[in-house]
């Protein structure tokens, strides 16, 4: 077996490993789009591509993987598989430790290959809806025939704010007698069935600087379907050999919510243990009902009263209707994606659904993380 293909086994190995509790945080899309592309001085070439990928978390754990298969109007095509995994320490910590690997590797007519393994380490202070990090990763990079070392950096900080997400990162990279820092700053929003992400950045090496940019817009069209539109310049991967290029891309994506998240559910849901007030909330389901409508069923047998404040309601509270047997059901309007949540028992405090990853809100209860279908 090549050394990209063992690569990749390692990839996928490290999702078939992944423990069973991961399902129930599982997220997927797959994409099927055509594009305009440009690399270097080469003629802009048509480009039609399929891409699945999968995102599985927990509050100590993520695992992501992905696979892209492309033709081009020139004849030739390309593939790339890719996998991710990583551990957190405790998820009540505000300071916490990451360990992972990933892998990638990318194949090309000819038997020609590129991959990359990499492992990492990482050191996360979060609290409230914001987060640093600092880490270091080792690993070796196959290009052809040849193999090389490779050392990073790895700087972070995220904030999250309702609806906006804002993410700046800060790179070094040691390759042989070759040394780069990448930076950048991306920033997500999402407002009715509209979600953004937007990113720039620039790559500083000795005498020279260049920049960067690109954006996706996501629409929800109905159910699991949405429309999606990116385009952007990307800078050349010295890594991988791959040149400096431009793109606009057109398509559409089957998935459970419009993008695959950017921070492990680890990180955005760090934060205090439920209050008391979730020893009465049992089982959580969300259920959709139509194209615009999902119903929310909470099981609260010991209960008298209960709300929900959530985006889905403007952050105003709204009542379950018991059904008289312990469960509590309201139905409001939703899109696919995540949504943020919180219920109130009796009159108390604000706190996230049982079995749902949370965050502390800013008035001392917890706010949940939930997919919505």
Do not use: N
Not at 63 to 78: C, D, E, P
Not at 106 to 134: C, M, N, Y
Not at 336 to 350: F, K, M, Q, Y
């Amino acid at each position: 077996m090549s050394r990209v293909g063992a690569a990749c086994v390692a990839a996928v190995t490290l999702l078939a490993c992944s423990p069973p509790s991961l399902a129930s945080q599982a997220l997927w899309s797959v994409d099927g789009s055509v594009s305009s592309q440009k690399y270097g001085s080469a003629d802009r070439l048509t480009a039609w591509s399929l891409a699945p990928s999968l995102r599985l978390d927990t509050r100590a754990a993520s695992v992501l993987g992905g696979a892209s298969y492309s033709t081009f109007s020139t004849g030739g095509w390309s593939a790339q598989l890719s996998g991710a995994a990583s551990g957190f320490t405790s998820s009540t910590a505000l300071l916490r430790g990451e360990f992972g690997a990933s892998g990638a590797g990318r194949f090309f007519p000819g038997g020609d290959q590129t991959g990359e393994l990499f492992g990492f380490g990482r050191l996360h202070v979060t609290s409230g809806g914001k987060g640093i990090w600092a880490g270091v990763g080792l690993g070796h990079s196959w290009l052809a025939d040849s193999s090389r070392g490779v050392v990073s950096g790895d700087f972070g900080a995220w904030l999250q704010r309702g609806s906006v997400q804002v993410v700046a990162t800060g790179t070094p990279t040691w390759v042989r007698d070759s040394a780069w820092t990448d930076a950048a700053l991306s920033v997500r929003w999402a407002q009715g069935p509209l979600q953004l992400d937007l990113g720039a950045g620039a790559r500083l090496r000795a005498g020279s600087t260049r920049g960067w940019a690109s954006g996706v817009a996501v629409l929800h069209l109905t159910g699991p379907l949405f429309a999606v539109a990116s385009g952007g310049r990307f800078l050349d991967d010295p890594v991988q050999g791959f040149l400096t290029g431009d793109y606009i891309s057109l398509g559409v994506r089957l998935a459970r919510q419009p993008l695959l998240p950017r921070l492990p559910r680890a990180l955005l849901a760090s934060g205090p243990a439920p209050p008391p007030e979730a020893a009465a909330l049992r089982r959580f389901r969300v259920r959709r009902v139509d194209a615009a409508t999902v119903e929310l069923e909470l099981e609260a047998p010991a209960v008298h009263t209960l709300e929900l404040l959530a985006d889905l309601t403007d952050w105003k509270p709204m009542a379950f209707t018991p059904d008289g047997k312990g469960r509590w059901r309201l139905r409001v309007t939703a899109a696919p994606g995540e949504h943020r949540l919180s219920v109130r028992v009796d009159g108390g405090s604000w706190v996230a659904p049982p079995g749902v990853p949370f965050e502390s809100d800013d008035f001392e209860g917890t706010v949940g993380l939930v997919v919505v279908p």
